[in-house]
């Protein structure tokens, strides 16, 4: 699996840690009725290069451009806030995203607080599934026993980061006096779990997340899942996108399947995104959908039933053509 991802992003990723470019193009300012994509580039933003949204986001771009008159490239960025703002900024032309992210950010909540930004959806893809992992010596059996251990919670301004503060505080903990949290992208915290100078993590992402991956084959059962479905009403009174959800045992070879909080992911564009190159590339999400489970398996949880249910995020007009 491994291979075949380092494959297919050396022909659709470009690499950007501190962010992407637009390459502007006639086709970028305006739309058009129908569902074929203009000639032009635009740019996905990502997340970190150990986690699902890189590597689907490069399975992406390559079918767009293989698919489609667009050219499309894959940046590494740090993920859900992030890639809202640098979305909105222009940075970026599609952005993957938490729903509960998006949600805050439509509704000038949490990072956005008064600040609401215009955005729409092409789809509801796949769910993350909140992957809570601390070492079997750290006496961590709970969210609350994270009370002054050091904890990943993920990279500055990514999904991880809202759902690991929104996780600690239901627990009655607070993010930046109770824990010391490290805010670390997942490959730095992947290094830290392995020798020692981390007791835990918060991860939010796809099954399996090739780092998580890591860390359960270096450290074996020096490694255990935490329960955190205790603080799960609590976070559906934040936002009911939250839900229950189980990491089964086979993911990451371990003796019994771990329950979890899921929270499903959206592919967000800007309003004023064409309506053309919205409904091409939503249709060919579903139409190329074997494709890119190739790339990785979390994709076959991509289900047009359910591709529709983005609010309060509003539908991009052109996904809602590709939709029917």
Known sequence: MRRLTIGLLALAVVVSGCGGKRTASPSDTGGGAGCE??????????????????VVGGGLAKLISDNTKLKASAAETGASVQNI?????GSYDVAFSLADTAADAVQ????????????????????????????ADSGINSVADMKGKRISTGSPKSG???????????????????????RLDLAKTADGMKDGSLDGLVWSGGLPTAQIT??????????????????LDALKKVNPVYDRGTI??????????APTIVVPNVLLVKDDFPANNACAITKLLFDKKSDLEKVHPATKDIARDKASATDPVPLHPGAKQALG
Do not use: C
């Open 37 to 54: 994509a203009a000639d032009g580039r635009i740019t996905i933003a990502t997340g970190n290069s150990g986690g699902v949204y890189f």
């Open 160 to 182: 991880t980061e809202v759902i690991a503060g929104r996780l600690l505080q239901a627990a009655g903990l607070s993010i930046d006096t109770d824990v010391q949290a490290q």
């Open 248 to 257: 089964p045992a086979a993911t990451y070879s371990q003796a019994a399947d």
């Open 85 to 89: 703002q640098q979305l909105v900024a």
């Open 108 to 135: 000038g909540k949490g990072a956005f607080d008064g600040k609401p930004v215009k955005v729409s959806a092409l789809s509801r893809i796949y769910p993350n599934y909140t992957q809570v992992l601390v070492r």
């Open 214 to 231: 890591d860390i359960t084959t270096s450290l074996k059962e020096k490694v255990k899942f935490v329960d955190i479905t205790p603080q």
